[in-house]
């Protein structure tokens, strides 16, 4: 059997198709399944899987064999989800009480709100990745207590445990933040 590497190689020298297709078919359960960790949607998922696989087609060339090419490649999907997550929040989070975070819509944006935005963003990436996710899955990507709980295999008190410890260093760093700020 020829490996990823390989085929990689191939690819990258000839610009054969079938060496893509057949990488294509060893990783297509991969990409969707990792896609999926970040959004819920089934038509996004597919959307956003058929886009990893083009922009793989024209960075392909990337991977220099440092590492197992399916190390590389689950490095290059989570980057690429991530980068899409980041440019569909369109509807940002404020904090409305002591534990409560809200979505807001298009109309609570004012010059003031979107400051807190920025503030509020900076601190998400201050946040482990772990946290970040777990909230963006949550608020930005609409799964359930139960869904997470589903994904990350935990009981579901425990992705209420981990939502409000995630929530709470989101608040510390948000608070830090908008020190910096003033």
């Known amino acids: 059997t020829v490996t990823d590497e390989e085929l990689v190689g191939r690819y990258v020298q000839t610009g054969s198709s079938s060496c893509f297709q057949t990488l294509y078919r060893r ?25 990893v696989f083009i922009r793989l ?30 440019r569909r929040q369109v509807l940002p989070l404020k904090f409305c009480d002591h534990d409560t975070l809200v979505l807001l819509g298009p109309s609570d944006m004012t ?13 998400m990436q201050q946040l482990q990745e772990t946290d970040s996710q777990l909230l963006a899955r949550y ?3 609409h799964l359930s207590v139960r869904e997470l709980a589903h994904q990350y295999q935990v009981g579901q008190s425990s992705i209420k445990m ?14 830090q933040q908008r020190i910096l700020e003033d």
């Open 162 to 175: 981990r939502l409000a410890r995630a929530r709470g260093r989101l608040k510390e760093a948000f608070g």
């Open 111 to 123: 010059e003031a709100g979107a400051c807190r935005l920025d503030a509020l963003e900076a601190a």
């Open 139 to 141: 608020y930005y990507g």
């Open 57 to 86: 087609l024209a960075d392909i060339h990337r991977f220099q064999g440092r590492s197992h090419f399916k190390t590389w490649l689950y490095v290059y999907i989570r980057n690429h989800c991530v980068d899409y997550v980041r």
């Open 27 to 51: 990783h297509y359960t991969l990409v969707y399944r990792l896609c999926q960790l970040y959004i819920n949607q089934t038509e996004d998922v597919r959307d956003l899987v058929q886009d």
